[in-house]
Every structure is written in C-alpha cells, then in structure tokens.
C-alpha cells in the first residue's frame, strides 16, 4: 500500500510544486480571495475530483466520495495572505515565486499556498492509488481566516457542508507545521474598556488610572515570559450630549486552560478597581467587534476573539495519525503552535472550540515563515506533506490493509 502511495506521490510532487507557484503568483489578501478561488475550483476539477463546489462567500470545496456516508475528513487551509510590506528584497515582487537552494519563495509560501497544494494533491493521489474507501473526503480552501477569524471556515462548516449533506469526523489543518502533527494552541482577544461619567475629570483621571496600571500588569507579564501577552493601546476620548467617555484597547493572550467570559470578567474587576478612588463613573469591558466585507460583498459582523484550542494527545485522531506515520517510515513529530505574535492563529480555534471537530495540523511550511518578508517554503517538503497526508487519509477513511492496525478508531 505505502509503495503504491509513495509512487502516486512522487509522480505528482512536481506538479504539486508548480501548483504552489501558481498560487503565489495570484494576489489573495484576506477579504479579495476571488481570482484564488477561480484557479483552484479550475485545479480541482481538472484533477478530477468527484464534485466541485465554491459556496456564496468563495470557499472551494472539492470531494472524493467513499463507499458510506461516515466518516468524513476535512482537509482544510487558508486562501488569504497578509497584505504584502513592499517590494522583497532585490526589489522583487512579492507574487514572484522563485527557488533558491530549495526553497521557494513568495508571499504565502508558507502560509498557507503550499500547504493548499499539498492537501488537493493529497486527494488526487489518494484517488490515483485506487485504494478502497470507506470514508468521504472534503477538501477546502477557505477565505477570511489570516485575520484570525476563520470567517469562511465558521460558513463552510454552519452552511456550505450541511447544504452538501457533510459533517466533518476529523480536520486536518494545512498551516506550516514543518510536516509535524500539531495539536493546538493558544488563543487571544481584542477587548475594549470604556470608561462614562458625566463629568469629564473623573473620566479622565479613572481612565488614565487604568491605563497605567494595565501598563503595569503588561510589564510584569512581558518580564515573565518571553511572547508577547498583552498590549494595551492609548486611550481615545469623546463628548457628547454632555457625556464624557473614554476608550482604551486591549489585546490578550488567551492560554487553552482560560475561559475567555472569566478572562474578561477579570479585566472588568480590574479596572473598577483602578478607578474606584477617581469618583463615580461607569466601567465597562467588552470584545470588541467590527463588521468586514467579503469578496463576494457579504457583510459580517464579526468578534475580535480566537479561542485557544487542543486536541488531546492521546485522541484516536492523534493515535491513528502516529500510527499511519510510523509505518509508513515517515518521521513523526509532534508539536504545537507557538503564535509569538497576538492576533495569529488558525481555523481550530473554531473547528474544535465551536464545532466539537477534532482537529490536527500537518503542513510543509515553517511557522517561523508565516507573514515574514522573505517568506519561503521547502520545496521537498511540499511533496512529502502530498505523502504523509494520503497516509493519514487513508488509515482514517480507507479499508484498514495488512492488519497492521486496528479497525476501529
């Protein structure tokens, strides 16, 4: 079975490579998706997936059907980049892909357009081996996610799949792992205090008040521990109809064993209690939120929160992946996501915080990578992330072979 795998995937790896160069050369910031979501409707169906399909907010979503209806696994990664800081270095453009000494370079590289290709070429080997399945797999390239709101991934799970008669047993994330099996992370939310009164020196003064001492508690934070945990911006202030009213945001780093209603209940003592010898004024804490536009010109309103997330490391999920890898000779690693910047983060904070999926993530870029200037992916590692995901699918949703595992999961 592996040998017929590995040949399907070495036959594919360079395809897969200038697959990759493709999707660079197309600009995708988060929120103008749509000329992305054309080339890779186009790939799926000349790559000969069962059904094609691209939702009401420019999700992809290609499927290859097994022989009953459970389970189904999700193949999931990012359309979006960051919007690009300038020319790269040599005056290049960011949407120039290039390879030097095995690495391809070009903005999304790593996250996540190689990634994208590695998992639709995963399907197209896996259907190429002419391996039984028992499961379906669902492969989606989704929108709106690098602003760490998974906006497209919280569609296509509430509406596109279910309109599609799918509901996902398992995720697998295509976000740079360095083709380690990843597990989780944490989280973070972007909060706004306000501070009223009809008088205008106690708001003043009961905001000021907070400011410094959340200045504080950051500095104590940052001394700790060496990531970025909180930031805490300028306040603003405004009048009117004779009311004074202050704001000040915050950010906040979100670990998987905190709550994010207690985290935010917490800031709200904290700062009633920093204002409370300023005089009477109202204190209030609250995610923030903000209305975006897709490229397909919906509107939503969204809240500024991601939620920490992990999947057990002794999940079935996990244990099969290990398992598939191990057999298959292939390296197994497992990790989780550092995220050393706030406002980072990937779809299973929704897909396993909200939608109870369990998730993991395998992928050939590198974390260190994501949103750098110079961004560049292994270019073997885009083959191999091609192999060792059409491992993992096929001992999740294909007849279990030569018995070296169980067939339960």
């Not at 359309?79 to 690009?84: A, F």
């Not at 903005?107 to 391996?131: E, F, H, M, P």
Request: one cysteine or more.
């Amino acid at each position: 079975m592996y040998n017929i795998i590995r040949s399907q995937s070495d036959r594919f790896e360079r395809d897969a490579v200038s697959f990759t160069q493709d999707l660079i050369r197309i600009p995708s910031p988060s929120l103008d998706e749509s000329k992305l979501s054309d080339r890779i409707e186009t790939q799926m169906k000349d790559l000969d997936y069962d059904d094609v399909h691209r939702d009401d907010v420019g999700n992809v979503v290609g499927l290859i059907h097994g022989r009953e209806s459970e389970p189904a696994v999700l193949l999931i990664s990012h359309m979006d980049t960051v919007n690009p800081a300038g020319q790269a270095d040599g005056g290049r453009s960011p949407y120039e892909p290039r390879i030097e000494q095995d690495r391809l370079y070009g903005l999304g590289a790593s996250d996540c357009k190689g990634g994208i290709a590695a998992q639709i070429y995963a399907g197209k080997v896996l259907k190429n081996s002419y391996l039984p399945l028992k499961g379906n797999l669902i492969v989606a390239a989704t929108v709106a996610e690098n602003n760490g709101l998974s906006l497209g991934v919280k569609h296509l799970i509430k509406t596109t799949l279910p309109e599609l008669g799918f509901q996902p047993t398992y995720a697998i994330l295509g976000e740079p792992t360095n083709l380690g099996l990843y597990h989780g992370h944490d989280g973070w939310m972007e909060v706004e205090i306000h501070v009223t009164s009809s008088n205008p020196f106690t708001v003043n003064d009961a905001t000021e008040s907070i400011y410094k001492n959340y200045l504080s508690d950051a500095n104590q934070i940052h001394l700790k521990h060496s990531e970025e945990k909180l930031f805490v911006s300028q306040p603003s202030y405004e009048e009117s109809n004779g009311i004074r009213r202050s704001r000040i945001i915050a950010n906040r780093r979100i670990h998987t064993n905190e709550c994010v209603a207690e985290v935010v209940e917490k800031l709200k003592q904290n700062a009633v209690y920093y204002s409370k010898d300023c005089g009477s004024v109202a204190v209030d804490v609250d995610i923030r939120t903000e209305t975006q536009k897709l490229a397909t010109g919906q509107q939503c309103v969204v809240k500024r929160v991601v939620n920490s997330w992990e999947t057990d490391p002794f999940h079935p999920l996990l244990d099969r992946a290990r398992q598939s890898l191990a057999a298959a000779d292939f390296p197994v690693k497992p990790g989780k996501w550092e995220l050393g910047r706030l406002g980072m983060g990937t779809a299973g904070g929704a897909l396993v915080s909200e939608f109870n999926i369990p998730t993991i993530g395998f992928g050939p870029g590198l974390e260190t990578q994501a949103h750098s200037s110079e961004e560049y992916v292994d270019v073997k590692n885009i083959g191999k992330a091609v192999y060792g995901t059409v491992v993992i699918l096929h001992s999740l949703i294909g007849y279990p072979v030569f018995g070296w595992t169980s067939d339960d999961i």
